[in-house]
């Protein structure tokens, strides 16, 4: 199995787990999308709680300006330099390297 493939079978799985987060079209959008780009389950899920309670003023604060939204522990992680982004977007089944995607 190559990379490509073991990150479908591995993102098929972490997609059975954000289910429960799944209420509408768009919710399952950005769940989709954030396996695709290989985003954390944490920040998927903190990702979609975050859409459905702050105000959009409030989101854009939080929004690095590169697509990527981390949740609250993977950006202290971030910041202490414990992690990268491209360690934490290992998962990523898009072709192009973080930031760019391949749309």
């Known amino acids: 199995m190559n990379n490509q493939e073991t990150n479908s079978v591995s993102n098929h ?3 059975d787990a954000l289910r429960p987060f799944i209420v509408d079209k768009w919710s399952k959008r950005f769940a989709e999308q954030g396996l695709y780009y290989g985003y954390p389950i944490c920040c998927i899920i903190d990702f979609i ?3 459905y309670t702050l105000k959009p003023e409030q989101q ?3 929004d690095t300006g590169n697509g990527f939204i981390p ?3 993977c950006s202290i992680k971030l910041l202490k330099n ?5 360690s934490l977007l290992s998962n990523r089944l898009c072709k192009q390297p973080f930031p760019k995607d391949d749309c």
Do not use: P
């Open 13 to 15: 799985v972490l997609y």
């Open 49 to 51: 709680n975050r859409e």
């Open 60 to 62: 854009y604060f939080a």
């Open 71 to 73: 949740c609250l522990n």
């Open 82 to 86: 414990k992690v990268t982004i491209e």
